[in-house]
C-alpha cells in the first residue's frame, strides 16, 4: 500500500466505531494510571496554592478568573478522596486522561475516513498508531507537568481536543448547520478556562469556505454580529471611550454588511445562523457567571473582587497575551474602525540606548521555530517530527476536499496556536521563557499529535507495501513513548515530592500567633495562602501534620495592595466590618470561621492616595518610576497601622527597601520589628546561617530537589532576600555568603549573580565572576542576560588595565576632556553605568565651559539611563550655549525623562523659536514626547 495508491475512499457512514472506542479507553486508561501515580501529594509551587484554594473554597482564581475550571474543580474535590490539594492534582490527571482518550479516538477515526479501508490492512495498525500518538501527547513535557499538579491547562486540551472534533464532525457531515453551531459552543467554553482559545478562532470559517462555500457569508454576518453582541458588553463593561467608540462603529459596519448580504440574496438568508449562533456563544460564555456568584460569598480566594461590574471588567480583561484585552482590541479592531489611539511608551521604560536591538519578526520567528522543534521532537521523538512533514506530504495526496480541509484545519490551528502565538506573545527560549510558555502546549500538542500520527500511518502504509515482510514490525511503535516517559520523568514526576507544603510548612509553623505574612512572589503569596485558608481547614486524618492548623495567620499579597480591587477582598476577609455569611449556603461553605477573629486595621482609600501620591512625586522628581512603588506605600501603611498588635514576616518579591532598617533574618523569611535596628544583633546572625547551612544540606540531600526546577528557584530566592538584608547593612562578608548559598540551591539565581557580581566587580575579581557564571550557562545556555553579564566580564577582564590606566590620568588630570572622555568609553564599554554616572558627576562641573563634552555627557546620559547625569549636561551645555535650538532640544528630552515639566516647556518653546518648522516637526513626531502629547499646553506650543 504505497503513497501513490493514495487516492479519495468513500467514508463510512458511522463516524464512530466499536474500535474508536476501545483504543480511546485503553489510551486513556494507561494515561490516568500514570498521572495518578506520579501526582503530586499536595500542593506544589507557583500558582497551585491559589488555584487549590480556590477550587476548595468555591472562590476566584487571579485573572482571568478561570471559571469553569474553578467550579468543575470545586465539584470533583467534593468527593470524599482525600486532601484536598490531592483530589485537585488527581481533577488535572482526570482532564488530561480524557484528553488523551480523545487523541485515541479521533485520530483512529479520521485515519479510518481519510485513508479508508488501507488504514487496517495491516491488521491493528490504526489501533497501533493511534495508542502511540496518544500516549506520546500524554508523556509530552508539556501535557505531563500539568496533569499532576493544580493547574488548568489539562482541561483546556481537552476543551480544544473537543472544539476539533466538533469541527471534525462537521465536515464529515458538512449539510448539518445544527452540527456547525457545536464548534462555536465548545469554543466559547474553552474561552471561560483559558483566552488561548482565541487563537484557533478563524478555523470553523475555514472549513465552511472549502467545504460549503454557499453560506460562508452568512456565517461571516453571524460571526460578526455575535462578535459585536460580546464586545459591545464587553465595551459597556470597559467604560473606555476608545473601546465604546470601536464598537459604535463596528455595530455600523455590521449592521451595513448584514444589510448589504439581505439585499444581495434577496432575503434567502440562513436565518438560523444569524439567530442561534450569539446565543449559542453566550451559552458558551456562561460559566463567567460563576465568578460574581462566587465573589459575593466572601471566599477565601476572591481575586479582583468580581462581584463588582469594575472587579469582574479586570479579571476578563487580563489576557494571557501581550497586553490587556481592551488594549488588543484597539490594536486590531481598533486599527480597522479608524479609533485606535496613538501607541505611547510605557512608563518607567527604558531609555532607547539600554534597550537591546529590536529583532525582527523573521529572526523571532526563526529563534522560536528552531527551539520549538526540538522541544517537539524531545516529547514526540525525532521521528514524530518526521512524521509532522510527511504528514503535510498526504495532503496532495487526497481528493476528497472534506478529507483535505480536515488536515488544513489541524495545520493552520497547529501554526496559529504554536508557532504565531507564542511569538506574538514574545515568547522566549530561555529556560525562564520556556518554563513561561510550556504549560500553554498541552493543546498545541494534541494537535500535533493528530498530524504526526498521520505521519506515522503513511510511513508505516509505505514500508509495509515496500517490504511486506517488515509488517509484524509495525506492532513496535507501541515502545515510542518510552521516550518521553524516560526523557521527561524527572521534569514532570511529582511523586513524594513535599516540596510545596514543606516550602509553607516550615516558613509558617513557629511564627508568632496572629502575625501578618506578607507574600511576594508567587510560591512566596500562594503557598501560605493553602497552608492557612487550605490545608489548615481539613481533617487531621488527610493532613501530613493533623495537629497543623495556623488559621490564626493572616496572609497578604505583597505585590496585590496596591490594587483598590485587592484592597476590598482584604477588608472583606480582615477588616472590622467583615460581611456575615448571607444565607445557607455561604454557612455550608464555612464562611463564619475562615478568618481571623481580631480585625486588622487598614488605611482610607484617601491616606493610600496622599501617601502614594507623595512618594511618586519624589521618584519622579529623581527621574525614575517604579511600577512596585504603590504596593511598597501601602504595604508600609498597613504595617504602621498594625505594628502593635500583631508580628508582620516577609516572604519578598521586589525590595521591601521602607522595611530593611527594621528587618531581622527569620528562617525562610525576615521579621520586621516595630523599631529600628542599629544593627543585626550577632547572635541573630550566626543563627541565621546555622539554620541555612543546615536547610542547604536537608535540601541538597534529597535526590527529587535537583530535578524540580520550581523548588530550586523557589528556595534560592528565599536565601537571596536574607542576603538583601545583609547588604543594605553594609554587612559584605555576610551577604557574599547568603549569596553564594543561594546559588548552591540554585546556579541559575538573578538576583544573587547580579549581587555577588557588583561585589566581585568592587574587588577586581573578574576570573570569580567568570566562575560564578558557568554553571548558570551550562544551565541556561540560551539566556541572553546571563550571556550579557559573562560577555561584559570577559571584556571588562581584558580591558582592568586601560581602566586602572585611564583612571589613573583622570586623577592627575581632573579637568582634562580627553580623559574623561576615554574613561567614560571604557566604563560604557563594559556596562559600568555606576562608574560612569559617577564620572559625569564629578566632571560635568569641571569641564562646564567645554560644549563639546557636554553634548558627549549628555548621550552617555541618554544611552546609560542615567536621566539626573543627562539633565546635569544639558543644563550645563545651555547655559553655555543658550542660542543654539539642538541644545534647547537636548534640554527638553532630559526634562522630560526627570519629569521637571516647567522646564521641559520652557526648552521647548525656545527650541521653536531658534529652530522653526523642523524643530516643530521633530516634536511634534517623535515618539519620544508621546507622554505629552495630549497635555493642553505641549499642544498650544506646537500650534494645535
Request: with cysteine.
Amino acid at each position: 500500500m504505497g503513497m501513490s495508491e493514495l487516492d479519495e475512499m468513500p467514508s463510512a457512514e458511522r463516524i464512530w466505531t466499536r474500535a474508536d472506542a476501545m483504543v480511546g479507553l485503553a489510551a486513556a486508561f494507561v494515561a490516568g494510571s500514570i498521572y495518578f501515580w506520579t501526582a503530586a501529594p499536595n500542593v506544589t509551587l507557583l500558582d497551585s496554592g491559589e488555584f487549590v484554594v480556590a477550587a476548595q473554597h468555591f472562590g476566584v482564581p487571579h485573572p482571568t478568573g478561570y471559571p469553569l475550571w474553578t467550579l468543575l474543580a470545586w465539584l470533583f474535590q467534593l468527593l470524599p478522596l482525600g486532601n484536598a490539594a490531592w483530589e485537585i492534582n488527581l481533577f488535572s490527571g482526570f482532564c488530561g486522561a480524557l484528553a488523551t482518550g480523545l487523541v485515541a479516538v479521533l485520530f483512529s477515526s479520521s485515519t479510518r475516513w481519510i485513508l479508508g479501508g488501507r488504514a487496517d490492512y495491516w491488521r491493528g495498525l490504526n489501533a497501533v498508531v493511534s495508542l502511540t500518538v496518544a500516549w506520546l501527547f500524554a508523556f509530552s513535557e508539556s501535557m505531563w507537568s500539568q496533569a499532576v499538579i493544580a493547574e488548568v491547562y489539562t482541561l483546556h486540551a481537552l476543551l480544544i481536543g473537543l472544539y476539533l472534533t466538533s469541527l471534525y464532525v462537521w465536515l464529515r457531515r458538512p449539510e448539518s448547520l445544527a452540527l456547525l453551531l457545536l464548534p462555536f459552543f465548545l469554543l466559547a467554553l474553552s474561552f471561560s478556562n483559558h483566552q488561548l482559545s482565541v487563537a484557533l478562532a478563524p478555523l470553523p470559517f475555514l472549513a465552511v469556505l472549502l467545504v460549503r462555500r454557499g453560506v460562508f457569508w452568512d456565517l461571516v454576518v453571524a460571526g460578526a454580529m455575535t462578535v459585536l453582541v460580546v464586545y459591545l458588553g464587553f465595551a459597556i463593561l470597559s467604560g473606555e471611550a476608545a473601546v465604546l467608540k470601536t464598537a459604535i462603529r463596528f455595530f455600523y459596519c455590521v449592521m451595513a454588511g448584514f444589510l448589504l448580504l439581505v439585499v444581495l440574496r434577496r432575503f434567502r438568508v440562513e436565518w438560523r445562523l444569524v439567530a442561534y449562533l450569539p446565543f449559542v456563544v453566550a451559552l458558551g460564555l456562561l460559566p463567567y457567571a460563576y465568578m460574581p456568584l462566587a465573589s459575593s460569598t466572601n471566599p477565601p480566594m476572591n481575586w479582583a473582587y468580581t462581584r463588582t461590574p469594575e472587579g469582574f471588567f479586570f479579571s476578563f480583561n487580563r489576557s494571557q497575551y501581550g497586553g490587556s484585552l481592551s488594549q488588543q482590541s484597539l490594536r486590531s479592531l481598533g486599527k480597522l474602525m479608524g479609533t485606535s489611539p496613538v501607541s505611547t511608551n510605557q512608563e518607567g521604560a527604558l531609555p532607547t540606548g539600554m534597550l537591546p536591538p529590536a529583532k525582527s519578526l523573521v529572526a523571532k520567528l526563526q529563534e522560536w521555530v528552531g527551539f520549538f522543534w526540538f522541544q517537539l521532537g524531545r516529547s514526540f521523538t525525532p521521528l514524530g517530527v518526521l512524521a509532522y512533514f510527511a504528514a503535510l506530504l498526504v495532503v496532495l495526496r487526497i481528493q476528497s476536499v472534506a478529507a483535505r480541509t480536515w488536515i488544513y484545519v489541524l495545520e493552520i490551528a497547529f501554526v496559529l496556536a504554536a508557532i504565531l502565538q507564542p511569538v506574538a506573545d514574545g515568547a522566549q527560549t530561555d529556560v525562564g521563557g520556556w518554563w513561561l510558555q510550556m504549560p500553554y502546549h498541552t493543546y498545541t500538542n494534541f494537535i500535533f499529535a493528530l498530524l504526526a500520527g498521520l505521519g506515522f500511518m503513511v510511513g508505516a502504509l509505505w514500508l509495509c507495501g515496500k517490504v511486506p515482510r517488515l509488517a509484524w514490525w509495525r506492532f513496535g511503535m507501541l515502545v515510542l513513548p518510552l521516550w518521553p516517559l524516560f526523557f521527561n520523568h524527572d521534569t514532570c514526576n511529582q511523586r513524594g515530592r513535599w516540596f510545596g507544603w514543606d516550602f509553607g510548612y516550615d516558613m509558617l509553623k513557629d511564627l508568632p500567633h496572629g502575625s501578618v505574612v506578607l507574600g511576594g512572589t508567587d510560591p512566596g503569596r500562594f503557598v501560605p495562602t493553602y497552608m492557612i485558608l487550605g490545608e489548615s481547614t481539613q481533617p487531621p486524618s488527610v493532613k501530613r501534620d493533623p495537629d497543623f492548623d495556623r488559621r490564626d495567620l493572616y496572609i497578604i499579597t505583597q505585590n496585590g495592595v496596591g490594587e483598590p480591587l485587592y484592597r476590598k477582598y482584604l477588608a472583606d476577609q480582615y477588616g472590622a466590618d467583615r460581611p456575615e455569611p448571607a444565607n445557607a449556603f455561604e454557612r455550608w461553605l464555612g464562611r463564619a470561621e475562615a478568618y481571623p477573629e481580631k480585625p486588622l486595621v487598614f488605611p482610607t482609600e484617601q491616606e493610600i492616595n496622599d501617601a502614594v501620591s507623595k512618594e511618586m512625586e519624589a521618584s519622579m522628581a529623581k527621574g525614575t518610576v517604579d511600577p512596585s512603588l504603590p504596593h511598597s506605600v501601602v504595604t508600609r501603611l498597613i504595617w504602621e497601622k498594625n505594628r502593635d498588635a500583631h508580628e508582620f514576616f516577609v516572604e519578598e518579591s521586589f525590595p521591601l527597601e521602607w522595611s530593611y532598617d527594621h528587618a531581622e533574618p527569620h528562617g525562610l523569611v525576615y521579621r520586621i520589628n516595630r523599631e529600628p535596628l542599629k544593627e543585626i544583633p550577632l547572635d541573630l546572625v550566626r543563627k541565621d546561617f546555622e539554620f541555612w547551612d543546615a536547610y542547604v544540606i536537608k535540601l541538597k540531600g534529597n535526590p527529587e530537589y535537583a530535578k524540580d526546577l520550581d523548588a530550586l528557584r523557589s528556595f534560592s530566592k528565599l536565601r537571596a532576600s536574607t542576603g538583601n538584608l545583609y547588604r543594605h547593612r553594609k554587612m559584605d562578608a555576610e551577604a557574599e555568603r547568603a549569596y553564594r548559598q543561594a546559588l548552591e540551591l540554585w546556579p541559575g539565581n538573578g538576583e544573587s549573580l547580579n549581587a555577588l557580581n557588583g561585589i566581585l566587580w568592587d574587588r577586581s575579581e573578574f576570573d570569580g565572576v567568570l566562575t560564578m557564571l558557568q554553571p548558570a550557562l551550562d544551565a541556561d545556555p540560551n539566556s541572553i542576560a546571563l550571556w550579557q553579564m559573562y560577555l561584559i566580564a570577559e571584556k571588562r577582564k581584558e580591558l582592568q588595565g586601560a581602566i586602572v590606566i585611564g583612571e589613573e590620568a583622570v586623577a592627575k588630570e581632573t579637568a582634562s576632556s580627553a580623559a574623561v572622555q576615554k574613561l567614560l568609553e571604557l566604563y560604557a564599554s563594559v556596562g559600568d553605568t555606576n562608574k560612569v554616572a559617577a564620572l559625569l558627576g564629578n566632571s560635568i562641573p569641571l569641564l562646564a565651559k567645554d560644549a563639546a563634552f557636554l553634548k558627549v555627557a549628555v548621550e552617555y546620559g541618554e544611552a546609560g539611563g542615567l536621566p539626573e547625569s543627562e539633565l546635569a549636561a544639558a543644563t550645563a551645555l545651555v547655559a553655555l550655549e543658550p542660542d543654539i535650538a539642538e541644545n534647547q532640544l537636548a534640554l527638553a528630552r532630559a526634562a522630560l525623562r526627570n519629569n521637571k515639566r516647567p522646564e521641559f516647556f520652557s526648552a521647548v518653546r525656545l527650541a521653536i523659536e531658534m529652530g522653526g518648522l523642523p524643530v516643530r516637526e521633530v516634536l511634534a513626531k517623535s515618539q519620544e514626547f508621546d507622554s505629552v502629547r495630549n497635555e493642553p499646553e505641549f499642544q498650544t506650543i506646537l500650534g494645535h
